[in-house]
């Protein structure tokens, strides 16, 4: 078993994840124990000595349950079971207690915005309009011309209303018709996921990753939404008509803060998680889930993910999340919605010293950092043709780049048919055109591989405190270096296409992580020279 970065902070008083550094597993992609092609439960439990020599602490799993898989699992038939794909009940719990023998915690996706419309609640819901189950759901009368009630929109395209023959009315879905949207003013859905809750928590889980976490409660009026002022930003697969409206109405309403408020009094009495993917772009917004400490334990901060290598945007995501209750947000630069890193940052090895320098940045701010699978491979976007495309918006548009597949490729374990991942003839997506080179195998043969410099970055926020603890100081307020201190450790990356050079606190420092091996140990005295985009963590005893 490893001495995690969480324990040491239960020990200090503080909760687990604290200290902890998250790896999300897209399931579906990252190993297939039972050769179908597919990732699964007992590949990942196969595959968990990877991550605990790679040196995380704490492992999100994407969506496990019995779906009709029109989302890739996102949309939810049985949140209580395990679909066959995956494995059974009894899989899980094999996973949970191989994942906390190796020290580890487990943190599973919830899904409450939406149900799959194959969920027996659904099914019941549209058997007529006096059901007991209707109003688990949102429903409505069609607008004066027969249409939709309003003019709200899927974020897959076209309206968020499906007509129901059967019944006259229209149900509400904010992303496929596949996935109509619980009503959350009823206080039965409420009850329903107190017991879901409950149900995997008995069952060893260390918390709960909390899908579209901003969504689940509606405006009661259900007005017309207006038009944005500018673009809105949101995941990949979002459509540019979802994206030309301003969404007051249906997302973030008040009332939401409620729910976790509810769930927080539960999630404390396992000692549990709440992490919260809100997708609010705006600080203010965001703080707002977490900064009373009463609902949400943590929050994403997706501004890193929307960035391209420029340093002035990049130092106004990271303060700006730095600033929000020290602590609470969790950071993020990859994940399965959207394009990977080095892709953004340029393509190739450019792409991926930006990747390394970026992530060396935000493992030392306060709060709770988290790898995609495969970043830790310094992976770009798989390249895929439309007809091996699987994400639905890119089968709607016709086109593959649209979609989120690229990000979503399986993981490349090691050279030969295969990769590693699965044993069968084909795995459930192509792999991307990924080569020896991309592989675990290679990789960690080479003392000098991006894999080996991930690993020692988690290891040096593990070894030093002072990047765990305390208020992030800026030394840089403009230029291409990014920089700031954390009690006695510095960190600090070359955002530029030149050299530069950093002015250093009072003292002698030494170069505890370089994304160049070659500094590390080195001492360092008055100032730093950074070639462009290498980044290091010093420390002064």
Known sequence: MTTSSSAEAAQQGRPWWADATGYEVYLRSFADGTGDGLGDLRG???????????????????????SPMHDHGYDVADYTGVDPRFGDLADFDALVAAVHARGLRLVIDLVPNHTSSAHPWFAAARSSRDN????YYIWRDPAADGGPPNNWTSHFG?????????????????????????NWRNPAVAAEFDAILRFWLERGVDGFRIDVAHMLVKHPDYPDLPLAA???????????????????????????????????????????????????????????YVVDRDGLHLSFWFAPLHLGWDVARLRTALREGAAVAPGSVSWVLASHDRPRPPTRFGGGDLGRACSLAATTLLLGLPGTPFLFQGEELGLTDGELTLAEAQDPVALHTGDPRAGRDGCRTPIPWEPGAGHGFTTAPEPWLAFGRRTPADTVAVQRADEDSWLHRYRALLAARRAHPDLRTGEAVWLTDDGPVLAYRRGAAVVAANCGDEPASLDLPEGTWTVRFGTDRQREAAQVAGAVDLAPTEAVILTRE
Request: no cysteine; proline share 8%.
């Open 44 to 66: 990942l439990r196969e595959r968990l000595d990877h991550l605990e020599w790679l040196g995380v602490d704490l492992v999100w799993v994407t969506p496990f349950y019995p």
């Open 132 to 135: 007991p189950y209707r109003d």
């Open 158 to 182: 076209g309206p968020a209303w499906t007509y129901d023959e059967a019944t006259g009315q229209y149900w509400l879905h904010l992303f496929l018709p596949e996935q109509p949207d619980l």
């Open 230 to 288: 500018e673009p809105q930003r949101s995941p990949q697969g979002t459509t540019s008509e979802h994206l030309s409206l301003d969404h007051i109405y249906d997302v973030d309403q008040p009332e939401v803060l409620d729910v976790y408020r509810r769930w927080r009094k539960i999630a404390d009495a396992y000692g549990a998680l709440l992490l919260g993917e809100v997708y609010v772009l705006d600080i203010d917004r965001l703080a707002r």
